[in-house]
């Protein structure tokens, strides 16, 4: 066929040479639009080539003319073969040229814009099949086209349309639409819209098959694993053969072969008429990505059925090798989740998506907090390494993501982009994941990312995650190795993918096991979200899967695994799966995943010093620790006796009695601890008279009969910390009611307070330098509580009282008496009574 005809003379100029013999067209058919512009022939040049046609293959060449100005669609060929065994049929073959173009613009509806090709003479007897087949260039418009039959609607002819010649070669199955004596067949441009398809009718070919009692064997169908021949894998090869024929079949051999070499035949023990069988062999070739490969069916290749049709035993479809991207790149040539940074020492590695969230394609700009709690980097830690990820998904772009990355108000670009695809059939784009280091830019109070898309994104992107390593003496001795990837999974066998193969590699090289207390493997995987369907394996020992840790708003998670009992000195392998539960697996994307071994290091050793070591009550003493190796907590014992007085690093400390102290310091880390004793560290002097006297335990009463000095008379002086830890009550009177003295309230002479300790409680007394004459207090009206005060024995203070030695009778008072009956007094904080009997203080509640 030929159009568009401008060749001076009016018609093409060119020479045909078949089979390397000049023909002459037996057949020449134009049409030509007849008006206005673009008013050109079309047409179609018949060759009879039937003498010159050779079964083994043909070669046509057309040579142009002087002056030869058209354009042609592709040469076709239409034979007819003559075979007995075939059975019976009848094939009837109209040629022409119609031009035909629907449409308002150009006054043609759909009724006049169609060709009519008329079938006389059929016999309807016996037959089995009728169809027809129609040819038309440039019928490549979905829905512009319509073939009838007798008056019945079909299909349209841009699904039989060809690309490279231009042709459409559309078959139609007419059987019930079939009469006997004359038939019509009409090729049409239907209006869609405003127009049909512009097209060129040529041919209309009809063929009637009628009963034969002999079987047909043929292939009707070839499917290789999901339709696809994948790479760096054995694929199974699956072929349907069909019984066309009226007569049974009997045994018969299935052979496949790929490119021309057997892979495996079959034996079918027969097959009855009208049925079909399905066979499966496996191509161990294992192919390259790209390679073309034509894989063919045949059957019954030892002729031992006679069928009714010999030539259709066979049928080949060719495909391009393509990698299966729902599998691990194990089994796509690809790289493995591969390390890209490791530390060994005081390090430690943290990881947060901040307040990210998923955001689907024609996404706006996204801005994205971690706060200091989502990173909690300890206090003098140096960071060693910070990366942003950024992921992507079904990017329909034709070129990769071209987002802005802002940190912390600083554009950064990646470091490292890693992509994966499915890379077959639908739904085939492009998922990735890029890579940022932001050590520099990295701040342990808070950072913030703006993520800006490019005008017209076609793409998804998943919440941005942050891993950072932190170098801290107190971390403790660790080797962190990180590596990072993207690795499509999806174990599904409608997808021709195992759980074994839809498995990410993660390998760890050089691991160093001595020493070790703990380790813990930490996989970063987008999409894990269905229950039961992915695993992961350290070493070949499974654990959990990753939809527990799966976040919803970002749309990944971080699953951590105690792998202490599986890791090993040297080479460590981490597999990600999608694990497939017979329902299938996960669809899933692993992107990071990180070894942390924890070392047991070696333990603190204490050290300190302190200043000054010596002088009078109370010594204000300052201590500095120098103790070495990474350390994680103190305790310190200022006075060895067993009681943690500080868990301060460099503590203050008051001594407020004479005496000689050893003092006790204990470090520790997740290695050990240590101590160190410093005995008679300390000496502490009196500031000329000091008094100290143990309380308790249980009640007592404290009074002083001497002015005490002003920096020593509360409790806060009177008793040290530990002594002040063991007071439970504490009770003054005021004259109208009870009172519980705080630690600001000042001791004056006479007064007194009652004391309950629960074990011994040391008072210290340093009495004022200004005592000139004995203390005097004025009782006002009413009760008073007063404090005894013994003689000054010279030796060692003022003795203390017990409670029946220091009460008096409010009722009974007699000189000398020391027992009582009865203290009359509103209760603590409010009216009641309270009672003393028997030296004890009864319901001190209301």
Avoid at 524 to 548: L, Q
Wanted: some cysteine.
């Amino acid at each position: 066929g030929y159009t568009f005809d401008q060749t001076p003379g009016g018609e093409p100029n060119w020479t045909m040479s078949f089979n390397g013999v000049t023909v002459t067209p037996e057949m020449v058919y134009t049409d030509r639009k007849g008006y206005g512009s673009y008013n050109y022939p079309s047409g179609l040049y018949q060759y009879n080539v039937t003498e010159l046609f050779d079964t083994a293959g043909n070669s046509l060449v057309l040579t142009p003319g002087s002056g030869n100005n058209n354009g042609l669609y592709g040469s076709y060929l239409v034979i007819v073969c003559e075979d007995p065994a075939a059975g019976e049929s009848r094939i009837l073959i109209n040629d022409g040229c119609d031009m035909l173009y629907a449409g308002a613009a150009r006054s043609v509806n759909s009724t006049e814009a169609t060709a009519f090709a008329m079938f006389e003479g059929v016999e309807t007897t016996g037959l089995t099949g009728a169809w027809v087949y129609a040819i038309l260039p440039s019928a490549n418009e979905a829905d512009k086209s319509i073939f009838l039959f007798n008056g019945e609607e079909y299909g349209d002819f841009a699904s039989g349309y060809l690309g490279g010649p231009q042709i459409s070669i559309s078959e139609f199955d007419v059987m019930d639409d079939l009469v006997a004596g004359e038939n019509e067949a009409g090729m049409q441009s239907l209006i869609s819209g405003t127009s049909g398809d512009n097209m060129v009718a040529m041919n209309a070919i009809i063929v009637l098959e009628y009963a034969s009692q002999q079987p047909d064997l043929q292939v009707t169908e070839i499917t290789p694993n999901a339709n696809e021949v994948f790479a760096f894998e054995a694929n199974e090869i699956s072929a349907v053969i069909r019984n066309n024929g009226p007569g049974d079949a009997g045994a018969f051999d299935v052979e496949v072969t790929v490119n021309n070499i057997s892979v495996g035949t079959v034996e079918v023990p027969g097959l009855a008429a009208g049925n079909t069988t399905a066979v499966t062999v496996t191509d161990p070739a294992f192919r390259a990505a790209g390679d073309l490969v034509n894989i063919t069916a045949m059957t019954d290749p030892g002729n031992s059925v006679t069928e009714a049709d010999e030539e259709n035993n066979n049928l080949t479809i060719s495909k391009n090798v393509v990698y299966n991207g729902y599998k691990g790149k194990r089994w796509t040539g690809g790289e493995d989740i591969i390390t890209t940074r490791s530390f060994v020492g005081g390090y430690d590695v943290l990881y947060s998506c901040g307040d990210s969230v998923y955001a689907g394609a024609n996404w706006q700009e996204q801005v994205v907090q971690w706060t200091s709690a989502d990173l909690p980097v300890p206090a003098g830690s140096v960071i060693a390494d910070a990366r942003l990820y950024q992921a992507y998904s079904y990017n329909k772009m034709a070129t990769d993501p071209a987002l802005i990355m802002s940190f912390n108000g600083n554009i950064v670009t990646p470091d490292a982009s890693n992509t994966d695809r499915k890379s077959f059939g639908s739904y085939d784009y492009p998922y990735g994941l890029y890579v940022y280091d932001v050590t520099g830019q990295f701040n342990t109070s808070g950072n913030s990312a703006t993520i800006t898309p490019e005008t017209g994104n076609n793409y998804g992107i998943y919440g941005t995650y942050l891993v950072v390593v932190y170098e801290n003496p107190a971390a403790g001795e660790k080797q962190v190795i990180i590596n990072d990837g993207f690795d499509m999974l999806y174990a599904k066998a409608s997808y021709a993918v195992s759980g074994e193969e839809a498995t990410a590699y993660a390998p760890f090289s050089g691991a160093d096991t001595a020493g070790m207390t703990y380790a813990r493997a930490i996989a970063i995987i987008a999409a894990a979200n269905e229950a039961g369907k992915s695993r992961f394996f350290f070493n070949g020992n499974e654990y959990g899967g990753f939809d527990p840790a799966y976040m919803s708003g970002p749309q990944i998670g971080f699953s951590e695994f105690n792998v202490t009992d599986a890791v090993k000195s040297g080479s460590n392998e981490a597999r990600l799966q999608s694990y497939d539960t017979g329902a299938g697996g996960d669809n899933m994307y692993a992107m990071t995943a990180i070894l942390v071994i924890q070392k047991a290091g070696n333990p603190p050793v204490a050290g300190f010093t302190g200043t000054p070591l010596s002088g009078d009550a109370p010594l204000t003493v300052r201590f500095t620790d120098e103790s070495t190796g990474s350390i994680t907590a103190w305790a310190w014992d200022f006075e060895n006796d067993g009681v943690i007085d500080s868990a301060e690093q460099n503590p203050v400390h008051i001594y407020r009695n004479p005496g000689i102290y050893s003092v006790n310091l204990t470090v520790w880390n997740s290695s050990g601890h240590d101590s160190e004793v410093k005995h008679d560290y300390i000496t502490v002097t009196s500031p000329g008279l000091f008094f100290t006297r143990n309380l308790g335990p249980g009640w007592s009463i404290l009074s002083t009969p001497v002015l005490l000095d002003g920096s020593h008379d509360t409790f806060t002086t009177i008793f040290d910390t530990s002594s002040a830890g063991n007071i439970s009550i504490l009770l003054g009177w005021d004259g109208q009611q009870w009172f519980i003295p705080d630690a600001s309230y000042r001791l004056e002479p006479l007064n007194a307070v009652f004391v309950k300790t629960v074990t011994t409680a040391r008072a210290s007394f340093v009495p004022s330098s200004t005592i000139s004459s004995p203390p005097s207090r004025t009782l006002p009206d009413g009760v008073s509580l007063i404090g005894p005060a013994p003689p000054y024995n010279g030796v060692s203070g003022f003795d203390p009282m017990a409670l029946d030695q220091a009460l008096v009778s409010i009722e009974q008072a007699p000189g000398g008496r020391t027992g009582y009956s009865m203290v009359i007094s509103p209760a603590l904080g409010q009216p009641g009574w309270a009672y003393a009997r028997g030296g004890s203080l009864h319901d001190l509640e209301p």
